[in-house]
């Protein structure tokens, strides 16, 4: 073939060299990745199907069967973020036609709910108000109503700040015969979870948050029970890419004898999430529990000493992890949070979905989960208090 001449030129821009500021990154994600991490992750590439690499992905397993409380063997990370793996759990569990039920406290549950649509799901919804929750009398009614087979629920709704109750929900999902599917992308590691013993069939999380990996893959588990459903289907999953029968095999969960080619693991990523458990591991669930409840609640006793109002009533329903703090009356939030990363090179958010121009939100997570962070995260809202434009009315 000839060579002819190309019509478009290499781009200008791309001969500048890339700039990446340093940001504290304390919005509700991503957090800042400490350097053992980063390093990690600048580890040569190897291939996706060599066996140092699948030592490491059953490393993995190992490190997410711990961050989940959980002893099932189809534990695993899916390549991508953590919406990914909110498909995953959804487009395997549910055949067209089959019933779901989907608690909104947030804009996640809207979400599920969208995607439990797309896979041709009777969805039903059950509505909290922004910054509630649902008690397990309101679950059990729409249980016995919808007869669902999928009950989704968010434990840490990153967009109100809430962390949902979750005792007793698994033992009356399975009195209904329903699977119940929890989100803690905001919340593990962060707060006392526990898979097995709290009766949940598939959970998942992302790397980006409290295990400060980058983003890119997300921890995903399904219980022998979910498992029984899944592969009972009819009707195979409409993403091939996340067929649950491919990836367990990809991640050595089946019984098959061989691994087969399925897609190419993202290695270096996998190396993050690795080292990622490993700071986990070596700090230990119940310590990162307790830093993060008590660097929580040292924010929140700070923010109202500041005359600030947090926008979840119930003190044992505020999630530690992401805050959400009443938008300060007067303010343009979106002037606070311009101010502060100008002046402060600091991320905070505003709201999100049914939050959005409520509040603004805090996130503390992993290794930013510290006093020290709270204390620079108060003196920058002060400062934005004090320069930014406050109307009268
Ligand atoms: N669920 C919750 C509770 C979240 O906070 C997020 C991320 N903000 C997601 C799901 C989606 O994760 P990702 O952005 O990694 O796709």
């Known amino acids: 073939s000839i060579m002819l001449p190309v019509?478009?030129?290499?781009?200008?821009?791309?001969?500048?060299?890339?700039?990446?500021?340093?940001?504290?990154?304390?919005?509700?994600?991503?957090?800042?990745v400490p350097q053992r991490i980063l390093e990690a992750g600048a580890k040569p590439v190897i291939g996706h199907m060599h066996p140092e690499i699948f030592e490491i992905m059953s490393d993995i397993k190992s490190g997410i069967q711990y961050l989940f409380q959980t002893q099932n063997r189809t534990t695993f990370a899916v390549s991508g973020t953590g919406h990914t793996a909110m498909e995953c759990a959804i487009f395997n569990t549910v055949e067209s036609g089959e019933s779901?039920?989907?608690?909104?406290?947030?804009?996640?549950?809207?979400?599920?709910?969208?995607?439990?649509?797309?896979?041709?799901?009777?969805?039903?919804?059950i509505v909290a108000p922004p910054g509630g929750y649902l008690t397990n009398a309101e679950i059990e009614k729409a249980l016995s109503e919808h007869r669902p087979v999928l009950f989704f629920l968010a434990h840490g709704e990153s967009?109100?700040?809430?962390?949902?109750p979750l005792?007793?929900?698994?033992?009356?999902?399975?009195?209904?015969d329903c699977l119940l599917l929890v989100d803690s992308v905001a919340s593990i590691g962060g707060v006392p979870l526990y898979m097995d013993q709290q009766g949940i069939d598939i959970l998942y999380t992302g790397s980006q948050k409290v295990l400060n990996a980058p983003p890119g893959t997300a921890p995903i588990s399904f219980?022998?029970?979910?498992?029984?459903k899944v592969f009972s289907r009819t009707t195979k999953p409409v993403s091939f890419f996340l067929d649950l029968s491919w990836l367990s095999n990809y991640w050595g969960c089946d019984d098959k004898p061989a691994r087969i080619y399925h897609h190419t693991g993202p290695v270096t990523a996998f190396y993050s999430l690795r080292e990622s458990l490993a700071v986990l591991a070596d700090e230990g669930l119940e310590k990162s529990w307790e830093r993060h409840q008590k660097v929580g609640e040292y924010f929140h006793a700070g923010l109202e000493s500041m005359g600030l109002k947090l926008f979840v009533k119930e003190k044992h329903a505020r999630l530690p992890t992401v805050t959400t703090i009443v938008a300060p009356h007067g303010y343009d939030w979106k002037e606070i949070t311009a101010y502060i990363m100008k002046t402060h090179s600091l991320e905070i958010?505003?709201?999100?979905?049914?939050?959005?121009?409520?509040?603004?939100?805090?996130?503390?997570?992993?290794?930013?989960?510290s006093k020290a962070n709270v204390d620079m995260v108060l003196a920058a809202l002060k400062d934005a208090l004090k320069h930014c434009h406050r109307s009268k009315v």
């Open 7 to 32: 019509s478009m030129p290499p781009p200008q821009c791309l001969k500048k060299r890339m700039v990446v500021p340093h940001r504290y990154m304390f919005g509700p994600g991503p957090s800042n």
């Open 100 to 125: 779901v039920l989907v608690a909104v406290n947030g804009i996640w549950g809207e979400r599920a709910a969208d995607m439990a649509e797309r896979v041709g799901a009777r969805v039903k919804t």
């Open 167 to 176: 005792d007793g929900i698994g033992n009356l999902c399975h009195k209904y």
């Open 223 to 228: 219980s022998e029970r979910a498992c029984r």
């Open 159 to 164: 967009s109100t700040g809430v962390l949902h």
């Open 349 to 369: 958010s505003g709201g999100l979905g049914p939050s959005v121009g409520l509040v603004l939100r805090v996130g503390l997570m992993g290794c930013n989960s």
